[in-house]
C-alpha cells in the first residue's frame, strides 16, 4: 500500500471518528439543557399541569378557563422547560391560551429524547389541546424561539393552525450545532443524527408564517431566518434592530409586532 493510500485512509478515519464524536458532543449538549433545567419557584393559578397520555407532561395558562380563547402552542429555546415558558410568556399574551410540553426525557415526560420523540411530544400535545373545552379549535397559533422553532415549524407542517410564529428560527440543526462548533459543513453534515431539518418542513405550510429575527442576534445571525423564509409559501420576515438572541420577549415592540400578526 503507497504512502498516499495510508494519508488518505488516514485522514477519511479521522474525519469519521470527529464527526461521529462532535455529533454526540452536541446532541448532548442540546438535550442536557432541557433536562437539567429547574421551575421557577413561583406558582400561579393561573398555570395549570397537564397530563397527557402516560408519558407527557405540561403546562398550561389561561386567566379564565371556562371561556373558548385563542390558543398559542409554544416550543422554547433551549432550557425553556414547559411551566417556566408557561408562566413567563403566557402572560405576555392573556387573551390566549398558552401551552407548552417538556419533550419525552425531559422533567416530568417519561421516555427519551430524540428527534423522533420530539416530533410526537409535539403532535400530542396539539391532538391534547384541540379537544379541550376551552380553546378555540379555529385560531391556534404555533409559535417556536431559536432550538424550539424546528419542533414548531415540524408541527405546523403535519396540524392545522391559523398561524406559525418563529423566532430566531433556523434552517436544520447544523445552523445552531455550527455557532459552538463550527465543523459541520458540506459532506461533514452527514453526521448529524437528529436533524431538525426546518426547510424541509417549511415546503408542506401553506398557512402565513412571521419569522422574527435581528441585526443584534450574536446566535441566529439575521441570513439564517432570512434563508428559511424562502422556502415556505406565505412567509414575511421582520428584521428588529440590536435585540440580543436572548433577549427578544424584553422588548415590548417584538410583542406588540406578534399580536398585531396573530390577533387577526
Not at 452536541?26 to 438535550?31: H, Q
Not at 390558543?71 to 392573556?94: P, R, V, W
Not at 430524540?114 to 379549535?137: F, G, P, R, W
Not at 424546528?150 to 445552531?176: E, M, N, W
Request: charged letters at 25%; aromatic letters at 14%.
Amino acid at each position: 500500500m503507497s504512502i498516499w493510500i495510508k494519508i488518505i485512509l488516514k485522514v477519511l478515519f479521522w474525519i469519521l471518528v470527529g464527526g461521529i464524536g462532535f455529533n454526540y458532543i452536541m446532541r448532548f449538549i442540546s438535550y442536557s439543557f432541557y433536562k437539567r433545567a429547574k421551575q421557577n419557584g413561583k406558582t400561579e393559578e393561573t398555570v395549570q399541569k397537564i397530563e397527557i397520555g402516560n408519558s407527557l407532561v405540561g403546562y398550561v395558562r389561561s386567566v379564565n378557563f371556562h371561556e373558548k380563547k385563542k390558543t398559542i402552542l409554544y416550543f422554547g429555546g433551549s432550557g425553556e422547560i414547559a411551566y417556566n415558558a408557561a408562566l413567563s410568556y403566557g402572560k405576555l399574551f392573556n387573551d390566549y391560551i398558552f401551552a407548552c410540553v417538556d419533550y419525552k426525557g425531559t422533567q416530568e415526560s417519561k421516555g427519551r429524547m430524540n428527534l423522533k420523540t420530539m416530533q410526537e411530544s409535539a403532535l400530542q400535545l396539539y391532538d391534547y389541546i384541540i379537544k379541550q373545552d376551552y380553546v378555540d379549535t379555529s385560531h391556534i397559533v404555533i409559535m417556536g424561539y431559536s432550538y424550539g422553532s424546528g419542533i414548531a415549524t415540524y408541527l405546523a407542517s403535519k396540524r392545522k393552525c391559523s398561524k406559525l410564529v418563529l423566532i430566531a428560527g433556523y434552517r436544520d440543526i447544523c445552523d445552531l450545532y455550527n455557532k459552538i462548533i463550527p465543523v459541520f459543513f458540506g459532506p461533514i453534515r452527514i453526521f448529524v443524527t437528529d436533524n431538525i431539518d426546518a426547510k424541509t418542513y417549511a415546503t408542506n405550510i401553506q398557512e402565513e408564517s412571521l419569522l422574527i429575527t435581528s441585526d443584534g442576534d450574536k446566535t441566529i445571525n439575521k441570513k439564517i431566518p432570512q434563508a428559511l423564509s424562502k422556502h415556505f409559501k406565505n412567509a414575511i420576515v421582520k428584521e428588529f434592530k440590536g435585540i440580543d438572541h436572548a433577549d427578544y420577549w424584553k422588548h415590548e415592540e417584538v410583542v406588540s409586532y406578534i399580536h398585531e400578526f396573530i390577533d387577526n
